[in-house]
């Protein structure tokens, strides 16, 4: 802390050892000051003020049919960019401020100017602009202010319209790329399920699905084999009892004409049932299809088994010798049973190997259902993203148009003028009330500065301490200068100069407010 102290110390020392040029420098700059502030020409300001109306009553009503643009941030962006170097040079030409600019340097230089000077501010939170600008001359300003006006007025916004024309087109060319990706999409569709019809049902039923109808349908077959089975054997067994039984010597002739005219009606119905069924399944499938090609094939195999049986029967009839108890009507009740019976257990087994054939081929193509499954899925998931997309880009190319016709229509946002242009009666720059002292501060601080330099370029040591620490040596002893009355006489006396050089800076000072201040008692 002493260390500070001394530092300052010898600082303050030094700069008054220096005083006179300090004060020297000081006067200098303060009247420099006074010339700028009284030399610096009046400027004028004009202003105007822009509400801007971005509410409209066609807004709600188009609400969620029509794309609604945010009308208030357009607003801002144009107050933002209205100040740009082609609307200046329209405003100059607006204003005739380019009949004194003849060059181009000079142009450019007014452009850069105005660009720095004009100012639009937003007032508040209502779309309130407030247009300025100031110069030497109020008549001027009044001009560039109402050339800004129009130029702000008449912007339009109408590049939200060429927006929405390119946004059209643009959809329009998405529409056109989506709809060559659904067409190439239903193309594969079309292949794949040509390419794997076996897998397909008709009601939708996956593979899985179809094999446990499969396998339900075999396990149902096979449980009515077996009961045809049983039948059978009991109508066989009820047949042997009545032959031990019966002794009527007339049955051997009725059992051959039954025989020769034995028919089998089971079979001939199931025959005209699966005639329907083809008929049924030709309707919506191929003759390729697995379902048609199996029904054939069992109506086929039915057939031939109604020959084979009629055969049979015919070939046992006539082969027996008619026996005492063949006219009896029970016993051809019971050989009739039989009969049909055997050509149910026939037809039933033919089943029972359809289905199995059936079952064997579903879970054959089980190993590869799952693969063709999910390429199935994602092709049906691709399709279905670009149908969406589609859908989608539809309906916002009409939204676009319909927000173009809103815009044509009703217009973006309605410009009115609350305050014309209108040049302030006194200047409103500079403010030399308020240069004034700055000038004074500044030349104060000049003063101060002058003379800390000089102490620094010509060092004086005030005490031993110092030129100790500076020299590095030994001091052997400190000679004191002891002052005679005339030396204290001219110091004093100097003192006093100094004094009345810094009261009459003040002074000079005071003279100037007093003066700047009746001046604009007088301007007001």
Do not use: C
Not at 22 to 38: C, E, F, S, Y
Not at 442 to 471: K, P, T, Y
Not at 488 to 502: H, I, P, R, T, V
Request: charge should be neutral; hydrophobic fraction near 45%; glycine fraction near 4%.
């Amino acid at each position: 802390m002493d260390e500070l102290i001394g530092q300052i110390s010898t600082a303050a020392r030094g700069m008054w050892k220096h005083r006179w040029l300090g004060m020297l420098i000081a006067w200098l700059v303060m009247v420099l000051g006074v010339a700028v502030v009284l030399l610096v020409p009046d400027k004028y300001e004009a202003s105007a003020r822009i509400f801007v109306d971005t509410q409209s009553i066609l807004k709600p009503l188009m609400s969620g049919l029509a794309v609604q643009p945010n009308v208030n941030q357009q607003v801002v962006m144009l107050s933002r960019t209205l100040i740009s170097r082609p609307n200046v040079e329209k405003l100059i030409r607006m204003a005739d401020l380019d009949l004194k600019s003849q060059s181009r340097a000079a142009q450019e230089a007014l452009v850069d100017e105005l660009m720095k000077t004009l100012e639009i501010k937003n007032v508040g939170r209502d779309n309130l602009y407030v247009l300025s600008f100031r110069d030497t001359s109020p008549e001027k300003a009044k001009k560039v202010v109402q050339s800004l006006v129009s130029i702000f007025v008449e912007s339009s916004l109408g590049d939200t319209r060429n927006d929405s024309n390119m946004a059209r087109k643009f959809i329009d060319e998405q529409i056109k790329t989506y709809v060559g990706k659904l067409e190439e999409a239903e193309a594969r569709l079309k292949e794949f399920k040509v390419r794997n019809i076996e897998i397909q049902n008709a009601e939708g039923i996956d593979m899985a699905g179809q094999l446990s109808v499969i396998s339900s349908q075999l396990n149902q077959a096979r449980l009515d084999l077996r009961e045809a089975e049983n039948a059978r054997d009991a109508a066989k067994r009820q047949l042997d009892a009545e032959k031990s039984q019966s002794t009527d010597a007339t049955s051997r002739s009725l059992l051959q004409e039954s025989a020769v005219m034995i028919s089998t009606p089971e079979i001939d119905g199931r025959i005209e049932v699966q005639k329907r069924n083809l008929d049924m399944l030709l309707q919506r499938f191929t003759e390729e299809h697995p379902d048609v090609a199996s029904t054939k094939r069992l109506i086929e195999e039915l057939e031939v088994l109604k020959r084979k049986e009629l055969q049979a029967l015919r070939k046992t009839a006539m082969a027996n010798p008619p026996t005492v108890f063949n006219n009896s009507l029970a016993y051809q009740e019971l050989n009739r049973m039989l009969a049909t019976s055997e050509v149910q257990v026939a037809s039933l087994r033919a089943r029972v190997g359809e289905y199995a054939a059936r079952f064997n081929r579903a879970r054959e193509l089980m190993k590869t259902a799952p693969q063709i499954e999910a390429e199935f899925a994602q092709m049906n998931r691709d399709y279905d993203i670009n149908k969406k997309n589609y859908n989608d880009l539809v309906a916002r190319r009409e939204s676009a148009a319909l927000s173009g016709d809103l815009e044509s229509a009703a217009g973006v946002a309605d410009f009115r003028l609350i305050d014309p242009p209108r040049a302030s009666p006194k200047p409103v720059a500079p403010n030399r009330l308020l240069l004034m002292p700055l000038a004074l501060l500044v030349a104060l601080g000049a003063g101060f500065f002058a003379a800390l330099l000089a102490s620094r370029m010509h060092a004086v040591f005030f005490d031993a301490r110092s030129l100790r620490d500076v020299v590095g040596l030994p001091l052997l002893g400190v000679v004191t200068l002891v002052m005679d009355s005339g030396a204290a006489m001219q110091e004093k006396s100097n003192l006093k100069k100094f004094l009345g050089a810094s009261g009459a800076l003040l002074g000079f000072f005071v003279a100037g407010m007093v003066v700047l201040s009746q001046m604009s008692g007088r301007a007001g």
